[in-house]
Nanobody
């Protein structure tokens, strides 16, 4: 099992940047695919980005491609989401997720381990 704790959320103006971090417990972090999802008020939780076990492949939602970058450091049991050129529509609670699966990485139900979420608010 793995426990995930997000940090780094906050309030930022449109065009600004934030870096979210996901700290994982356990010694098997390197065996997990890691993803970020987000959920805005009144909307379903949606895929944002994912990274494979060794960090060689990354995947992004079209809405964030070119603005967000997902990364991981298996030696430190951490994953990050660098968010640049933020827009008001990026406002949401952002969740870190992990699972040992390698398939359907954009699908919410794929992930069995979730953090508690961190709020990101982008003002216009």
């Amino acid at each position: 099992q793995v426990q995930l704790v997000e940090s780094g959320g906050g309030l930022v103006q449109a065009g600004g940047s934030l870096r979210l971090s996901c700290a994982a417990s356990g010694r098997t972090f390197s065996t997990y695919t890691v993803a970020w999802f987000r959920q805005a008020p009144g909307k379903e939780r949606e895929f944002v980005a994912a990274i494979n076990r060794i960090g060689t492949y990354t995947y992004y939602a079209d809405s964030v491609k070119g603005r967000f970058t997902i990364s991981r450091d298996n030696a430190k049991n951490t994953a990050s989401l660098q968010m640049n050129s933020l827009k008001p529509e990026d406002t949401a609670v952002y969740y870190c997720a992990a699972d040992s699966t390698t398939g359907a990485i954009r699908t919410l139900k794929t992930y069995n381990y979730w953090g508690q979420g961190t709020q990101v608010t982008v003002s216009s």
